[in-house]
């Protein structure tokens, strides 16, 4: 049986990294193949959906309720996506710096929480920190930093973060 704990961890970690990959969908829509960085993006799409479906087998195999806030996240996401990809090839590298900057935090918090209780969960979420944490390095190192609005970009992405966290825990 999955505590309660775990089982609100599971919800919200598989509604991000659903988030995740609906962000990168976006992105890729508007950039291509063939845009500064596509390269990138689509192979932090490529393990976001990876850690997705892993999240999702554990929901499956633990009877743990989804978020109901899926269909949201799913038009959220990828509308951040695009308008972010809209705004150039940095403004897309500022939106996966400032969301996994955030989901670094949200991660580390959990695993302190868990504190070895729930192996299983609390490898899942060790290995994805450290691919957000790359994620976010890759995103820095590829310009973020050098968007338009970069502070307000960032801080307003990262915000949203924490809002779409705090609901998914619990709706």
């Known amino acids: 049986?999955?505590?309660?704990?775990?089982?609100?961890?599971?919800?919200?970690?598989?509604?991000?990294?659903?988030?995740?990959?609906?962000?990168?969908?976006?992105?890729?829509?508007?950039?291509?193949?063939?845009?500064?960085?596509?390269?990138?993006?689509?192979?932090?799409?490529?393990?976001?959906?990876?850690?997705?479906?892993r999240f999702d087998a554990?929901?499956?195999?633990?009877?743990?309720?989804?978020?109901?806030?899926?269909?949201?996240?799913?038009?959220?996401?990828?509308?951040?996506g695009a308008a972010t990809a809209l705004m150039g090839p940095k403004a897309a590298m500022a939106c996966t710096a400032a969301i996994e900057t955030e989901i670094d935090r949200h991660y580390?918090?959990?695993?302190?929480?868990?504190?070895?209780?729930?192996?299983?969960?609390?490898?899942?979420?060790?290995?994805f920190r450290d691919d957000e944490r790359e994620h976010r390095d890759a995103a820095l190192a590829a310009g973020a930093e050098q968007a338009p609005a970069y502070p307000l970009l960032f801080n307003a992405i990262r915000l949203g973060c924490r809002a779409a966290i705090k609901l998914s825990e619990r709706i």
């Open 58 to 80: 554990m929901i499956a195999e633990r009877g743990v309720r989804p978020t109901a806030l899926q269909p949201v996240w799913s038009v959220a996401g990828f509308a951040l």
């Open 1 to 53: 049986m999955t505590s309660s704990r775990s089982a609100r961890m599971l919800r919200v970690d598989q509604a991000g990294e659903y988030g995740a990959t609906r962000i990168y969908a976006g992105q890729m829509a508007v950039m291509g193949n063939r845009a500064p960085h596509s390269t990138e993006v689509a192979g932090m799409a490529a393990q976001e959906e990876d850690h997705r479906a």
């Open 108 to 127: 580390t918090e959990q695993l302190d929480e868990l504190d070895g209780d729930d192996p299983e969960l609390g490898e899942a979420i060790r290995e």
